[in-house]
C-alpha cells in the first residue's frame, strides 16, 4: 500500500527517571515476555535509550488524550525490537517482473485458497459488494495478497513495533502518529494489547491496516461494538477494505481493467513488462493503487480477482528473461536442482535468493565461478 496506508512497497533498563515516569518504565518491560515462535531479534530487548524515549513520549501521550491507563496496559507487555530496526534499514530496492509478481500473486495455490476463501465467505462478500460496490472477488484478492486469506497476519506486537520505530527516528514523525493512533485502537476497546499485533511495520489484521488507516476506514460490520479485524472471522476487515476502496473512488458496476488482444486498442493502456501482455485499465485500477501504489499489485488484484471468479490465466505469454529463459525454463532449472540435491525453495519459475543461493552451490559444485546466474546451459547441464 502507499505510506498513506501501510508501505512505509511499516526491556526498559532501570534508569533514573523521574517519579511521574517510574510505572510506565516498570511496567513497559520489566515483565515484558518472551512470545514463541518469534526471532531472537524480535522479542524485547533492554535499550536504555528507548526506555528514555518512552517515557519522553508519555507526556505527548496524554496531551493527545491517552489515559494513563491505557499507557500502563499497553506498554505492560512490550519492548525495544531490534529486529524491526534491521528490517526497516534493510529493505532493498528489489524490482520484480510482472511475470515474476504475478507467479506469486497469482500462484496455482493462491487462487486455490482464494476460491475457497470466497466459497466459505461469499455471503458476507457479496452483500458487502451491495452496500459499498466492490466487486466481492477483488475484496478476496486483497485480503488474498495482504494475509493470504488470514493466514499471515503477522504476530509482532504493534505497540512494540511503532514505539521502536518512532524511537528510532528514521520515520519517527510517521510512526509516532501510528503509535498514538495504535493507543486510541485500544483505548476505544476494539482489541486487547496482547491481540493488537501485525507486521514488523505495524500493519495489522486479515487486509493489513496500519494504525492511522483503521482509524479512517475500519467498520464494525459484526454489529458487537468492535472494529476486530484480527479475529478468526473475517467480516470486519472484508468490509473495511470494501470501505477503504469506496472512500478512495471505487466506481460501482465497473471492472478494474482487462487483458487486451494483441490488436486491439483501448483509451488507457498499461504494459508493464516489455512485450508482455497489455491491459485497458480504469478509474477503479487507481483505486486499488491506493491500497499499495503499484501497477504490479493493482494488476495482481485485479488478475487475482478475475481467477478467483473462475477467469483463466493471461492469455498473452511474458519474453524470455534477460538469461534467455522462459518460465518454463525456470521451473525446470529449480526442478532439476532441487532433484540434485540443491534446495531452491519450489519451483514456481521465480528465482528469488533461494534459487540463486542453489544454482551458486550447483556452479561450485562444478568448478563455476558462484555467480547465482542461471543460463540455458546450465539447464542442459542438468539434464
Not at 477503479?284 to 501497477?295: E, L, P, Q, T
Not at 534467455?324 to 540434485?340: C, V
Amino acid at each position: 500500500m502507499s505510506i498513506s496506508r501501510r508501505n512505509f512497497t511499516l526491556g526498559l533498563s532501570a534508569l533514573a527517571l523521574s517519579a511521574c515516569n517510574s510505572t510506565l518504565q516498570t511496567t513497559s518491560q520489566a515483565r515484558a515476555p518472551t512470545p514463541t515462535g518469534l526471532p531472537a531479534d524480535l522479542r524485547p530487548q533492554l535499550n536504555r535509550d528507548y526506555a528514555a524515549w518512552v517515557a519522553s513520549f508519555r507526556g505527548r501521550a496524554l496531551s493527545q488524550g491517552i489515559t494513563e491507563s491505557t499507557l500502563n496496559s499497553a506498554f505492560r507487555d512490550t519492548g525495544y525490537l531490534p529486529g524491526v530496526i534491521k528490517r526497516d534499514r534493510n529493505q532493498t530496492e528489489f524490482t520484480r517482473t510482472l511475470e515474476d509478481y504475478l507467479s506469486i500473486a497469482a500462484s496455482d495455490e493462491r487462487i486455490s485458497k482464494g476460491r475457497a476463501a470466497f466459497s466459505r465467505h461469499k455471503s458476507t462478500l457479496q452483500k458487502l459488494e451491495q452496500s459499498y460496490g466492490v466487486d466481492a472477488e477483488i475484496i478476496c484478492a486483497i485480503w488474498g495478497l495482504e494475509s493470504y486469506y488470514g493466514d499471515r497476519k503477522g504476530d509482532i506486537p504493534v505497540i512494540s513495533a511503532t514505539s521502536t520505530l518512532a524511537f528510532d527516528g528514521r520515520r519517527g514523525s510517521f510512526y509516532e502518529k501510528q503509535l498514538i493512533a495504535a493507543l486510541k485502537i485500544l483505548q476505544n476497546g476494539d482489541i486487547t494489547p496482547a491481540r493488537m499485533t501485525g507486521s514488523w511495520a505495524g500493519a495489522m489484521g486479515h487486509t493489513q491496516f496500519i494504525p492511522t488507516s483503521y482509524q479512517a476506514f475500519a467498520v464494525d460490520y459484526t454489529g458487537d461494538g468492535r472494529r476486530d479485524i484480527w479475529s478468526d472471522d473475517p467480516s470486519d476487515a472484508l468490509a473495511s477494505t470494501a470501505a477503504y476502496l469506496e472512500r478512495n473512488g471505487w466506481s460501482r458496476g465497473t471492472k478494474w481493467g482487462r487483458e487486451l488482444r494483441p490488436s486491439e486498442s483501448a483509451s488507457r493502456v498499461i504494459q508493464p513488462q516489455a512485450n508482455g501482455p497489455r491491459f485497458a485499465v480504469t478509474g477503479n485500477f487507481n483505486a486499488i493503487k491506493r491500497y499499495n501504489n503499484s501497477d504490479s499489485y493493482a494488476i495482481g488484484v485485479g488478475h487475482l480477482a478475475d481467477r478467483i471468479g473462475g477467469a483463466g490465466p493471461l492469455r498473452t505469454a511474458f519474453p524470455p528473461d534477460k538469461y534467455g529463459l522462459t518460465k518454463d525454463d525456470r521451473i525446470a532449472l529449480q526442478s532439476r536442482l532441487t532433484a540434485r540435491g540443491f534446495d531452491t525453495g519450489g519451483a514456481d519459475g521465480v528465482l528469488g535468493p533461494k534459487s540463486r543461493a542453489a544454482i551458486a552451490d550447483y556452479q561450485r559444485s562444478l568448478g563455476l565461478d558462484p555467480t547465482g546466474d542461471p543460463s540455458q546451459s546450465l539447464l542442459k547441464s542438468l539434464a
